[in-house]
């Protein structure tokens, strides 16, 4: 098993704050919090992947005290709400995405490789009852991928002790043709080096799956957090023969997280 530490998030965790920022004299002016911390799981080697590896993630998180947002969750990417009630966010998100060629598995041998950027769009959440919170995001790609694509989840949360949160629900995702084809495609030309029948993928239902997590606030200042997802490839996704002959439509990830909060003030 090797082990992968990315930074790059860091940066991606910096990118958006939340539009309470904007209140005050200046947008910057108030009480603000800063989470840092670090996150170690495993998951598949690549999407699609039958091997796993354990990849360390720092964590991340800036934004104005007193925020409205009654749940977060792993999978949130950072975004920026332009619309903000209480009951209803909605404005912009962006995602890191990291490149991914033979250097990370053989069974990439011959296909084209994935260059390291990004996706940007936009999300929106509601909360239908107290306990549960409904987010999507869309997404276009920027150099990794000329693809769009849609996240969809729900989750039901509960403060079973006053510093102790369960959370569980279900996760959709829904893909372009562009971004299937990037991750999951196999040209006729790469068919002698890579050892792959060529696959052609159309868009669609990319995975269906379900994540839960155990969120433990230690105190003031620290949160620790135990969280498992699994996904299964369906549709085209899961008919590639990167898929079939290599890898594995059931995707896994376990892994557990701490943070530390900072409080600060700017005039």
Do not use: C
């Amino acid at each position: 098993m090797r082990i992968r530490v990315s930074t790059a998030m860091t940066a991606a965790a910096l990118l958006f704050a939340p539009a309470s920022a904007l209140a005050g004299d200046y947008f910057w002016s108030g009480d603000w919090y800063l989470k840092v911390g670090a996150a170690g799981f495993a998951a598949p080697d690549y999407e699609g992947a039958k091997k796993y590896l354990f990849q360390v993630t720092p964590m991340i998180s800036l934004g104005k005290a007193g925020s409205t947002v009654r749940f977060s969750s792993r999978n949130d990417n950072p975004s920026f709400a332009l619309i903000d009630n209480g009951g209803f966010r909605a404005g912009a998100t962006g995602k890191l995405v990291m490149s991914r060629d033979d250097g990370d598995s053989d069974d990439l041998k011959g296909l084209t490789p994935v260059k390291f950027g990004g996706e940007l769009g936009a999300f929106a959440e509601a909360y239908p009852t107290d306990w549960l919170r409904v987010r999507g995001e869309v997404r276009h790609g920027i150099r990794s991928h000329d693809g769009i694509v849609a996240d969809i989840s729900a989750d039901a949360f509960v403060d079973v002790r006053p510093d102790v949160r369960l959370s569980a629900g279900p996760r959709v995702t829904i893909a372009s043709n562009d971004y299937m084809d990037t991750y999951y495609g196999v040209k006729p030309n790469q068919v002698a080096e890579s050892g792959l029948a060529a696959y052609d993928p159309d868009g669609g239902i990319h995975s269906v799956g379900a994540g839960a997590a155990i969120t433990w606030q230690v105190n003031e200042k620290i949160e620790t957090s135990a969280f498992a997802e699994y996904k299964r490839l369906v549709g085209d996704a899961a008919k590639s023969s990167l898929v079939k002959e290599r890898g594995d439509k059931d995707q896994f990830l376990i892994g557990l997280s701490a943070t530390y909060r900072f409080d600060f003030t700017m005039p």
